[in-house]
Structure formats: structure tokens, C-alpha cells
């Protein structure tokens, strides 16, 4: 059983920062690709930002300079640095991991709320 613990998400002020991190616990393979996704109110969800094990990262146009994708492949942990935060960045935030055998394992998802 895999399981994915997110923490980090809250309330914040336009232009000021979070940081988001997952930790992943259980039986898997090998993780290949960790990375971050959001659905906001009536939206799909998107793709943020997402890592490889060997660092290649790639990014939604729309956080590009302001979002960091890191990961601690010790720890099995990813994370997402977040500046500059707009209102139209709320949304729930969850976490994904891929493993080398293309299994998805999902987290249950954090809420970020950017408001004055």
C-alpha cells in the first residue's frame, strides 16, 4: 500500500510564498516522476510542475519564475516552492508520484487559498 502525505497549504496573502511538500511511504517501485497538480473550484485539474529522478523538471506556463519543484530522492519527498502567489492560484494541490512501471499513486490533496 502506498501512501502519500502532503502538508504545507494554507491561507496567504497575494505575493507572498508556501511551501508544499509529499512525503511518500508504503511498497512501490522505484518512483520516476514526482510532481504537483491543482484542480481549482469548477476546473480541471492541471499539471504544475513535475520532477524526474534525475532532475528534469517542467513547469505550467503559468507558475514558470515563480513555482520551484525540488525532490529528496532519500526521502522519497517532493516539494513546491511557491512565490509570488496570485488569487488565481488557489486551489487544491495534490501530489503525484509515477512509478518506473507507470503506476500513478495520488495524495489526498492540500488546500491553498491565496486571498487578502
Known amino acids: 500500500q502506498v501512501q502519500l502525505v502532503e502538508s504545507g497549504g494554507g491561507l496567504v496573502q497575494p505575493g507572498g510564498s508556501l511551501t508544499l511538500s509529499c512525503a511518500a511511504s508504503g511498497h512501490y517501485f522505484s518512483i520516476y516522476v514526482m510532481g504537483w497538480y491543482r484542480q481549482a473550484p469548477g476546473q480541471q485539474r492541471e499539471l504544475v510542475a513535475s520532477i524526474t529522478s534525475g532532475g528534469s523538471t517542467n513547469y505550467a506556463d503559468s507558475v514558470k519564475d515563480r513555482f520551484t519543484i525540488s525532490r529528496d530522492n532519500a526521502k522519497n519527498t517532493v516539494y513546491l516552492q511557491m512565490n509570488s502567489l496570485k488569487p488565481e492560484d488557489t486551489a487544491v494541490y495534490y501530489c503525484?508520484?509515477?512509478?518506473?512501471?507507470?503506476?500513478?499513486?495520488w495524495g489526498q490533496g492540500t488546500q491553498v487559498t491565496v486571498s487578502s
Open positions: 503525484r508520484i509515477t512509478n518506473i512501471r507507470s503506476d500513478i499513486y
